[in-house]
């Protein structure tokens, strides 16, 4: 029995000794980084070529069907909580990491080969889904189309010292390499790395020159405006066409402390969205022709949590119905703002794509009051200067998206208009902004 102990222990230190061999050069050769509170995180030493793409991200084009190890040194010039979030190109593609603290006076990659150094924090273990993976559950999405993570989080932010240094190993378990985006979380600001293959990007890319490196700022989501928050979420969020497969763009929306929050996902853009993570969220994300879908995500005491959701939306049918989210009136008017203009754009475009749909659009308002002519609009449209009910205004309002579309060419038959007024409130009692906002909506019926 002691014999066989003996030789799966020197089969175990055989693998690794031949593993940290042959990665003895990709450890040399570790993209370096630096942190400090006044630049954030930025490439220190360029070891390897490395680019920016369009939406201001570090790339590199490293990887290879051969290649599996990857590694960044970090030195911290800076205090810090120290956290990052793994998440694959492609999900076929399976990692695991490893995080080490380094010796500054000394030759890592030498140690690392020849004293076996034992990460601080790691992804080693298995899942019944996969290999290295870190799946969170508390979005509530029965269709399970968010995707999965590999992160630090359940393990909590590092604190790092200033002075310290620390390596990051990613290594690649299962795929067809196509790569990995690695977001770091550092005090107030998140940086972005790609690691891919050639084939893989598809994007124009800008090569950094050696000596640009140090002057760069950090590229990412700047956290600054959220410091007074204990817990701060950033989400993810990538949202597909349900039969098409194809990314579109969306409107997510929910309640920020009794305000009505909403923000633009777009469909090229990966960028994280910022919010307080202290308190419970219902997220409603909705695009113009498609079924709206909410998810619950439950309150968080971490100072950074992070989250990735794929989710996608059913194109509207016969009997559907869909909010504009977007088509936002001067106050007693029925004149839009100019932030409703895309959202008009959207739905001319859907009606002139799906000829065989008709539609009923619907106003609604926050209550029953009257509406007095504002002195100030006096020599504005017609538009303008409303003055009766709010049942009559929220017709006017139905009225006008009509026109705008017919304007551009579709035939009027198609749409149908009605005044809700406060006939269907969502919430009879308001107590707060975000509720008076969801009575005052705009709804379109699909015929």
């Known amino acids: 029995m002691m014999s066989k102990v003996l030789c799966l222990s020197l089969l175990i230190l055989l693998f690794f000794n031949v593993s940290y061999a042959q990665d003895y ?105 996969a290999l290295g993976l870190g799946i969170s559950t508390d979005f509530a999405d029965t269709n399970n189309t968010w995707g999965y993570t590999y992160n630090s989080n359940y393990q909590k932010a590092l604190r790092v010292e200033k002075g310290s240094k620390y390596y990051i190993n990613v290594y690649r378990v299962k795929g067809n390499a196509c790569g990995y985006k690695l977001d770091f979380l550092l005090n107030n600001s998140v940086s972005h790395f790609i690691s891919t293959q050639r084939k893989c990007n598809t994007e124009s890319l800008h090569l950094l020159k050696k000596h640009q490196a140090t002057s760069l700022k950090t590229p990412g989501v700047d956290l600054s405006k959220l410091k007074d928050l204990q817990s701060i979420l950033l989400l993810y969020v990538q949202v597909f066409d349900a039969s098409t497969k194809e990314r579109i763009n969306a409107n997510l929306v929910y309640n920020d402390k009794g305000q009505r929050a909403q923000v633009l996902v777009h469909k090229n853009v990966d960028d994280a969205i910022a919010i307080d993570a202290s308190t419970a969220h219902e997220f409603t994300f909705g695009s113009v022709g498609y079924i709206a879908k909410t998810l619950k995500q439950s309150a968080s005491n971490d100072k950074i949590s992070t989250k990735e959701i794929r989710i996608e939306l059913e194109p509207v049918i016969s009997g559907d119905k869909f909010n504009l989210d977007n088509i936002f009136f001067h106050a007693g008017t029925y004149a839009f703002k100019q932030e409703a203009q895309q959202t008009l754009h959207e739905l001319l475009l859907l009606l002139e794509q799906r000829t065989e749909l008709n539609i009923e659009i619907r106003g609604h308002t926050n209550g029953k009051g009257r509406v007095k002519k504002k002195k100030e609009n006096k020599d504005k449209s017609k538009a303008y200067n409303f003055k009766g009910n709010e049942q009559k205004l929220s017709l006017m309002r139905a009225k006008a998206v009509k026109h705008h579309l017919v304007q551009r060419g579709i035939e009027a038959n198609r749409i149908e208009v009605k005044g809700r007024g406060a006939e269907q409130m969502i919430f009879k009692r308001p107590l707060n902004d975000f509720q008076k906002d969801q009575n005052r909506r705009v709804e379109v019926y699909v015929k």
Not at 26 to 34: E, I, Y
Not at 69 to 76: L, P, R
Not at 78 to 105: G, M
């Open 25 to 129: 050069n990709r450890c040399k050769a570790a993209q370096q980084l630096r942190f400090d509170d006044r630049q954030g995180l930025v490439p220190d030493k360029l070891t390897t070529d490395l680019y920016l793409n369009g939406k201001q991200q570090y790339v590199t084009l490293d990887q290879d069907a051969q290649t599996k190890s990857f590694w960044y040194g970090i030195s911290f010039d800076s205090e810090t909580d120290f956290q990052f979030l793994i998440r694959p190109l492609l999900e076929q593609d399976h990692f695991n990491f490893c995080v080490y603290k380094a010796d500054v006076q000394a030759d890592f990659c030498e140690l690392l080969y020849t004293k076996n150094i034992r990460p601080v924090r790691t992804n080693l273990f298995k899942s019944s889904n």
